[in-house]
């Protein structure tokens, strides 16, 4: 069988449940526009879909879809360099992850570790669609046939479950269809943590405001979460292996080293020695430099919703574009009737 060289293309996306995090910013939003340029397609996308997997109010949704689109084009994304779109205006989504929920068996999904941690012992009142969560991931990348995906450590495992959903639907047809999508898991600060406990991960569901920077908070209040920080006593190393069994100054350097595009080992051969009274103010300064132009562009853009809609609708048409022939080729390989003339 002739081996398929398919189009480098990327796919991620967020789900659109309010509360934009420098989490988000450092470890997806700010690595998609990075990638933006002549070696990729990129395609970005608010994940509404998989946010409902959980009870969500209609209004809430809807803002926070739209202040979603706002984050991604603030941070960098060109909807004219970029498909920027929300998944439920591409029914393709929802169409291949029903093919693949007849793909995927019922142990790899009951072993992905976020299905166990969000669900718990309520298994019984969690809903079907988070359980098949990951099927529906599967169907958001292999719609495009994206051969590249950004993601963090937690998404991983369900990456790899992609990958074995496209391994085994070319071989249960003895096809060379799907690409076998590689993860994009780099960055000094992939994976961001609380300000207030380096072990957590930064949240927008902690009850303590001070725990994370809002893509939201004003230059004043980015300043004053940075100088609050929780920090340790000892003076920063001047190697990586220095912050060992230090979270706390580990995160703040990581956080350093993403927002200036260098490495943590380069932060510390500049910073190395220094106390965090005369740490803490840099990185402020570097984060309302780098941080307070996106709060600002997201909060004209919100006022401007219909800006916001037309951009999500121009990108729609642009990936149903991609992912109607795509799911049109996948219907015939199944065997669906008519498929030919969809």
């Known amino acids: 069988m002739t081996q398929t060289q398919f189009t480098p293309r990327v796919f991620s996306g967020i789900q659109p449940s309010g509360g934009l995090t420098l989490g988000n910013y450092l470890g997806a939003m700010k690595r998609f526009v990075d990638m933006q340029g002549p070696e990729f397609e990129t395609i970005y996308c608010m994940v509404d879909l998989h946010a409902i997997t959980v009870w969500q109010d209609p209004a809430a949704l ?26 439920s205006q591409v029914p393709e989504h929802a169409q291949l992850a029903w093919i693949f929920n007849c793909v995927a068996r019922m142990g790899w999904m009951q072993r992905m570790t976020q299905w166990k941690d969000k669900a718990g012992k309520n298994t019984q009142n969690a809903s079907l669609g988070l359980f098949a969560y990951p099927a529906l991931m599967a169907a958001d990348i292999l719609i495009y046939h994206a051969t590249h995906v950004p993601v963090g ?13 496209a391994i085994k639907f070319n071989n249960d047809f003895g096809v060379d269809f799907f690409p076998v999508t590689e993860p994009v898991i780099e960055g000094a600060a992939t994976r961001v943590m609380s300000l207030r406990d380096g072990s957590k991960k930064m949240s927008k569901s902690d009850p303590s405001d001070m725990s ?24 920063l190393p001047s190697e990586v292996d220095g912050l060992e069994d230090r979270p706390e100054a580990r995160n703040l350097v990581n956080i350093y080293a993403a927002l200036s595009d260098s490495s943590a080992a380069q932060v510390l051969a500049e910073v190395g020695g220094k106390q965090f009274g005369e740490f803490k103010p840099m990185l402020a300064e ?3 430099e780098k941080l307070s132009p996106i709060s600002s562009e997201m909060a004209r853009l919100m006022g401007e919703q219909s800006e916001i809609d037309q951009i999500l609708a121009r990108g729609a048409e642009k990936a149903r574009a991609i992912a109607a022939p795509i799911l049109k080729q996948t219907y015939e390989i199944v065997g669906m009737v008519g498929a030919a003339s969809r």
């Not at 450590?153 to 959903?165: A, G």
């Not at 230059?219 to 340790?232: E, L, Q, V």
Request: aromatic content about 4%; overall charge negative.
């Open 62 to 87: 809807s803002h926070n879809t739209r202040e979603l689109c706002a984050g991604y084009i603030a941070a960098g994304i060109d909807p004219e360099q970029s498909i920027l779109f929300n998944q």
């Open 212 to 235: 994370r920077i809002n893509m939201t908070d004003d230059a004043d209040t980015i300043a004053k979460k940075i100088r609050k920080a929780k920090t340790d006593p000892d003076a």
């Open 153 to 165: 450590e937690d998404q991983k495992q369900h990456l790899e479950l992609t990958r074995d959903i």
């Open 286 to 288: 570097l984060a309302v």
